[in-house]
């Protein structure tokens, strides 16, 4: 049975209805981001995941989980997928879209390959969704986000 090392919060700034998860780095120039389209909701690179939003502008809340092995129960909302990056420093952040880490890095154990589950819960009423497409000051949508260990990448 999967055991949870860590669960933490953060909040992000939502840009261009993205923002994203990813390795973190301070002695390189991070990856370029994967191209996102209007129908893609989770866009992958080699270490970096973005998230489509479906606002263009908020900030939003994201619950990162880090366990030692595949978690038990899925995610909190509505399942957006599951993808594999490797973390070649071990690290997690979480990004606005300009890549700027919002928040302390997430520590996940050791460098190489990681599954991300990512969940979404929408805090707005399904009718108030075109009125919110340009953007929002408040917290409109939540993110859970799971991380575990996948084995070698590549």
Not at 47 to 60: E, G, L, M, N, W
Not at 81 to 96: H, K, Q, W
Not at 104 to 129: H, K, Q, S
């Amino acid at each position: 049975m999967s055991k949870r090392i860590l669960r933490t919060e953060r909040e992000t700034r939502v840009e261009y209805a993205a923002f994203s998860l990813g390795a973190f780095c301070l002695d390189s120039e991070p990856e370029d981001l994967p191209g996102i389209g209007a129908d893609t909701v989770l866009a992958t690179g080699r270490t970096v995941v973005v998230v489509r939003s479906q606002v263009a502008q908020h900030d939003a809340q994201v619950l990162v989980e880090v366990w030692d092995g595949e978690p038990g129960a899925g995610v909190d909302g509505e399942l957006l997928g599951e993808r594999v990056i490797e973390f070649p420093t071990g690290i997690l952040a979480v990004t606005d879209f300009w890549r700027t880490p919002m928040g302390e890095p997430i520590p996940l154990g050791a460098p190489g390959g990681y599954r991300i589950r990512v969940g979404r819960t929408n805090r707005f009423a399904p009718e108030d969704l075109p009125g919110l497409r340009a953007g929002s000051l408040e917290p409109v949508e939540a993110y859970h986000v799971q991380v575990w260990p996948a084995g070698t990448v590549g």
